[in-house]
């Protein structure tokens, strides 16, 4: 399948953007499929979109498999927070496909309002 005529090619878009300007510090936004294809990016640090799509989507599936083996039900973020940024990578499911969406922030990016946007995104997704 071409990956624009995804069913969530349009919305992953919009939701990209909107998560970029909404959140400061956010250098980039990526909605991938959970197999690892990029549908859509926005941005304002150059990335490799399907690279980085590619690695969020194995984040979410590591993230499955701990779920799974704790016990801890399923996961819905992952947050790799490193010296200069964070990435945090949000698992929804849309009752029909399931996707990652990633955020990618500096340090000013505030944890809760990172996982607010993300929650708010996802809302719209699955309402799609």
Known sequence: M???????AAIGARTANELLDAIDGCRAVI???IDGFSLAVAQRQSI????????????????????RETGIGT?????????????VV?????????????????TKALLGMVWTALAHSEK???AA
Do not use: F, K, Q, W
């Open 2 to 8: 071409n990956l624009s005529d995804h069913p969530y």
């Open 75 to 87: 996961p819905r973020c992952l947050v790799v927070e490193s010296t200069e940024g964070r990435l």
């Open 90 to 106: 949000r698992c929804v499911n849309t009752g029909t496909h399931d996707l990652v969406i990633a955020v990618l922030a500096d």
């Open 124 to 126: 719209a997704l699955v």
């Open 48 to 67: 490799d979109a399907d690279r980085l799509a590619a690695m969020v989507s194995s984040i979410g599936a590591l993230g499955a498999a701990a779920s």
């Open 31 to 33: 909605v991938a499929t």
